[in-house]
């Protein structure tokens, strides 16, 4: 028997409501979380369509599956994926056709379900554990016969055929999701050692961040301030009703991450020199949410879409910087100058008739007005501009340059020594071990000093 697909109704309400325009098709994403049980679809978007698309609309009455855009879908889902807080997941893909189409046109969902998701896990420093679900769905809805054909495939394995899954909606699917918020103080400082000049400024700090990753993988989780047992149900002692279901009395967690020295004790400590072209440091508090369904969660599924939220804000911030960077050209400094940069920061934005938030991230010369556009063009749903919420403030990362042509590795201080200097590293996480104390620290949210050392 194949997987079952519960559907929150104002999805199916969307995808009746798409109009094709004359097109021959409208394809777009279905966006929820995996369960070991069933999975959950609180989200459809479509594909917004490309200019020449729009131009050439006469075409497209007469085009075929073929011309569906592999590339531009594959992008699309990228995007969209910076979205979703922890927990959530691109779950596949839905076509609307005005005909019921064959094999050609399954296998053209299938190529598209299989690129999407090697693209986004390309960009992730997580990879998924040998328990969780991993099939994909595809949704074909044909509009003249209102027929629905909902199959799956198994993105582990290339030579994966379709199966068939049920799709049953549900109304107020996602009204009693739970979220688990949490602040992480970070301060990571990565090398970019001589040896690697060949790779991009953006790969060298990928790697970095992978060591990093290790550590919040490893971490201890508390959830409103206990240690609970992985397989424990997350709700428990929570009161039941007069029918027997558990009833959250607080739909938010506050969650804690205890991170542990990367050294182990039982072993000397070793010291390593060095020759650095220039470092990155990653220094501040990011705020991070994931979101769980209500039907009797377990603490290791909560704990995971935790950790995920962590490493997948950190990373996409990373990378929309280097975006950015490269975008406006920025040139290349020399001696000791500075140059500093605004770090998107987090908002979160409402799904209506839903608990459940997704987010973007915002530069700081962007107005609330452009925040809205993007959110409306990604993800295909009105929101107000009251409705946004600035989780954090302002961030900016410091980019400076030095006649250094050896640096401190373990120096995560912005400012770098006048003169060039050897030093040992430690490969340390400066937090302490235990509750994290509630201090208000006048940090910048992620901000990142980037330091380069030229000849």
């Avoid at 379709?162 to 103080?185: I, M, R």
């Avoid at 000049?197 to 201890?220: C, D, F, H, M, P």
């Avoid at 209506?352 to 990604?378: N, Q, T, W």
């Avoid at 509630?438 to 380069?452: C, E």
Wanted: glycine residues 4%; contains cysteine; charged residues 25%.
């Amino acid at each position: 028997m194949g997987r079952t697909y519960i559907v929150e109704e104002t999805v199916g309400q969307y995808l009746s409501n798409i109009n094709l325009q004359g097109k021959a098709f409208v394809s777009g994403l279905l966006i929820g979380q995996c369960s070991s049980q069933k999975d959950y679809v609180i989200l459809a978007t479509r594909t917004p369509p490309k200019e020449e698309q729009n131009e050439n609309l006469k075409h497209q009455q007469k085009a075929k599956l073929d011309n569906l855009d592999e590339e531009w879908a594959t992008e699309h889902a990228n995007q969209v994926s910076r979205m979703l807080p922890g927990g959530l997941l691109v779950l596949g893909v839905f076509i609307i056709t005005t005909l019921e189409m064959g094999n050609d046109f399954q296998n053209a969902l299938r190529r598209l379900v299989f690129a999407m998701e090697k693209s986004m896990n390309k960009r992730r420093l997580w990879n998924f554990t040998e328990e969780e679900i991993s099939e994909r769905v595809t949704l074909h809805i044909c509009s003249s016969t209102k027929k629905i054909f909902c199959r799956t495939y198994d993105i582990h394995d290339p030579k994966s055929s379709a199966k068939p899954a049920d799709w049953k909606y549900q109304n107020g699917l996602s009204t009693s999701w739970l979220s688990l918020e949490c602040t992480v103080h970070i301060n990571i400082h990565i090398p970019l050692s001589t040896t690697s000049v060949s790779y991009t400024l953006e790969k060298n700090t990928k790697n970095g961040l992978a060591r990093w990753a290790k550590q919040i993988e490893n971490g201890v989780y508390l959830i409103n301030g206990q240690v609970k047992d992985e397989d424990c149900d997350l709700l428990e002692g929570q009161k039941k009703s007069s029918r027997g279901n558990v009833q959250a009395t607080s739909h938010s967690f506050d969650v804690k991450v205890l991170t542990q020295l990367l050294l182990n004790s039982d072993r000397r400590s070793t010291a390593t020199v060095q020759i650095c072209s220039g470092s990155v440091n990653l220094k501040g508090a990011v705020k991070c949410r994931a979101y769980i369904h209500s039907n009797k969660p377990k603490v290791k599924d909560a704990v995971q879409a935790m950790k995920r939220d962590i490493l997948n804000t950190v990373a996409d911030r990373c990378e929309m910087l280097f975006e950015d960077l490269l975008l406006n050209e920025i040139p290349e400094k020399k001696d000791s100058e500075k140059e500093f940069h605004i770090l998107p920061h987090r908002v979160f934005i409402p799904i209506p008739g839903s608990s459940v938030m997704l987010c973007d991230y915002k530069f700081g010369d962007e107005s609330a007005e452009e925040m809205r556009d993007h959110f409306i063009e990604m993800l295909d749903h009105m929101i107000q501009i009251e409705d946004l919420e600035t989780a954090e403030e302002i961030n900016t990362a410091c980019m400076s340059y030095s006649v250094n042509t050896e640096a401190s590795l373990d120096n995560t201080d912005d400012e770098q020594p006048k003169q060039p200097m050897k030093t040992t590293m430690i490969l340390k996480i400066q937090q302490n071990i235990g509750v994290i104390a509630a201090v208000a620290v006048a940090v910048l949210a992620a901000g990142i000093s980037f330091h380069y050392f030229s000849d």
